[in-house]
């Protein structure tokens, strides 16, 4: 069983930055994919990034440019960088593991959720 805790949400300004941190615990595999969806209020939950164990990216079209995902696979962690924050972006964003994919279906494992508020 493997376990995601979300940390790093909050309130900002437009133009701001935020940085979202995944800790993972229990059965991990380095080899997965790691990955960060988003879901705002009466929408759907949206991918946002996924990085593979090699450290191959990618990044939903709304977001490439502005947020940058990483991870350290020694420290069984994930980043999500997120610059030039948007009304937009404010939404619960949830970190995920498994198969590489922007798939909502490909990730076994989630995190709670951190809430990310951007201000206009």
């Known amino acids: 069983q493997v376990q995601l805790v979300e940390s790093g949400g909050g309130l900002v300004q437009a133009g701001g930055s935020l940085r979202l941190s995944c800790a993972a615990s229990?059965?991990?595999?380095?080899?997965?994919?790691m990955a960060w969806f988003r879901q705002a209020p009466g929408k759907e939950r949206e991918f946002v990034a996924t990085?593979?164990?090699?450290?191959?990216?990618l990044y939903a079209r709304s977001v490439r440019g502005r947020f940058t995902i990483s991870r350290d696979n020694a420290k069984k962690m994930s980043y999500l960088q997120m610059n030039s924050l948007k009304p937009e972006d404010t939404a619960v964003y949830y970190c995920?593991?498994?198969?590489?994919?922007?798939?909502?279906?490909?990730?076994?494992?989630w995190g709670q959720g951190t809430q990310v508020t951007v201000s206009s």
């Open positions: 995920a593991t498994g198969q590489w994919s922007v798939e909502k279906r490909s990730y076994d494992y």
């Open positions: 229990g059965r991990t595999f380095s080899t997965a994919a």
């Open positions: 990085i593979t164990s090699a450290g191959g990216t």
